[in-house]
T-cell receptor, first 115, second 111 residues
Framework: ETGVTQSPTHLIKTRGQQVTLRCSSQ?????VSWYQQALGQGPQFIFQ???????GRGNFPPRFSGLQFPNYSSELNVNALELDDSALYLC??????????????FGEGSRLTVL | SQQGEEDPQALSIQEGENATMNCSYK?????LQWYRQNSGRGLVHLIL?????REKHSGRLRVTLDTSKKSSSLLITASRAADTASYFC???????????FGRGTSLIVHP
């Protein structure tokens, strides 16, 4: 158990809809990273939040957006869903964007299916 | 884009045998990590090796790092059926502290 919780665990949406995924980080961690993992692939970095500010972004379009709250929990929002957005969305917390050990603590993920 | 690439993509062995997985990467790194993922679950951190280290051990795990070849290997000794999982290497390039993952090696250990 990492102490990182994600919700919901599974959800089904249709093309064009919007979705919000939530993540509670491990106690004491101030950094949250979001990854998208398609079936049979490795996790792809979406973005990272450090102390409520976006600290880095991968190659994802602007319809992928996020927030980090003062308690360091985080949300991932995806607008105008496409079929290719179907994936496991992983949240990972860590201590410090450029400090700490660099080790990521992952939640169990949110499985999104877009029909 | 993938910074690290694991090899082989799939590995099937018998319980008790050793399993070796390799990771190659493209640019200079701060450190390299190995993670494990059981089917459809979250990733679990196994071991981190810094760019100035050459070898690290943790229980049945041994990790080596060759920065001149930009490669790392993960050795699991005396494998068990419970080691069946996907294994990923993650690197953070110099100037970035964001781990980037490869496509993983799928390990099956037959009892």
């Amino acid at each position: 158990e990492t102490g990182v919780t994600q919700s919901p665990t599974h959800l089904i949406k249709t093309r064009g809809q919007q979705v919000t995924l939530r993540c509670s980080s491990q106690s004491g961690h101030n950094t949250v990273s979001w990854y998208q993992q398609a079936l049979g692939q490795g996790p792809q970095f979406i973005f990272q939040y450090y102390r409520e500010e976006e600290n880095g972004r991968g190659n994802f379009p602007p319809r992928f957006s996020g927030l980090q709250f003062p308690n360091y929990s985080s949300e991932l929002n995806v607008n105008a869903l496409e079929l290719d957005d179907s994936a496991l969305y992983l949240c990972a917390s860590s201590l410090g964007a450029s400090g700490g050990t660099g080790e990521l603590f992952f939640g169990e993920g949110s499985r999104l299916t877009v029909l | 884009s993938q910074q690290g690439e694991e090899d082989p993509q799939a590995l099937s062995i018998q319980e008790g045998e050793n399993a070796t997985m390799n990771c190659s990467y493209k640019t200079s790194i701060n450190n390299l990590q190995w993670y494990r993922q059981n089917s459809g679950r979250g990733l679990v951190h196994l071991i981190l090796i810094r760019s100035n280290e050459r070898e690290k051990h943790s229980g049945r795990l041994r990790v080596t790092l060759d920065t001149s070849k930009k490669s790392s290997s993960l050795l699991i000794t005396a494998s068990r059926a419970a080691d069946t999982a996907s294994y990923f290497c993650a690197t953070d390039a110099v100037g970035s502290y964001i781990p980037t993952f490869g496509r993983g090696t799928s390990l099956i250990v037959h009892p």
